[in-house]
């Protein structure tokens, strides 16, 4: 008997600056040297088997600076799964992605990346939020976190954090000045939250 390894969902949404989620969904089931079919709006976007393989970073266009990162931290080349992401990301902007593949083959990465080229350095105070001055009378800003990952164990969120740091911080060099909050469980200061990329689990979400 062949055993199979667990097949696992990735659910990647992409909100505009309204909060308005983007009706456009690709479905991406990495699949051995099978073509790609991903219907879009009534239409047909194809990816290559051929094409997907034997990608370098530079071909998917991520910046160097990012792939300096990535090389540091032994991402010699793109995972298949990373290569179908960024052919969607590239080439059907503003969609909603769900990757299936097995355990193991780049799929944090895979929405890690997409992230990290789409978050922006500065954050915008939360529309709808009253801004309250401290003791001193100073205006307490409060701002929102662009990204939101939702994990759902504590370890797999540890696990998101830790590949996350490792590629924003490089040599004392923050990538893009990111910020990053950790929420695993318990009480939070509102001041948690003022990082661009927010990593948390569904319990404490409803919480």
Known sequence: ??????????????????????????????????????????????????????KIWPDLGIPQDLIDRLVNKGYVKPARSQVM????????????????????????LAFLIPILLKVEADNSPCPGVSHEKDAKGNLSIKYCPQVVILAHTRELANQIHKVLMDLIILENQPYKNLKLT????????????????LITTPGVMRN
């Open 1 to 54: 008997m062949t055993k199979t390894k667990k097949q696992v969902n990735m659910v990647f949404y992409r909100f505009n600056r309204t909060g308005t989620l983007n009706s456009k969904m690709a479905v991406l089931d990495e699949k051995g040297d099978k073509d790609i079919k991903i219907d879009q709006d009534g239409e047909t976007f194809q990816i290559q088997s051929s094409v997907v393989e034997g």
């Open 85 to 108: 992401t960024m052919e969607v990301f590239n080439k059907i902007p503003n969609s909603v992605i769900v990757l299936q593949s097995p355990n193991g083959t780049g799929k944090t």
């Open 182 to 197: 950790l929420i695993k469980a318990g009480a939070y200061d509102q001041a948690q939250l003022g990082g661009q990329i």
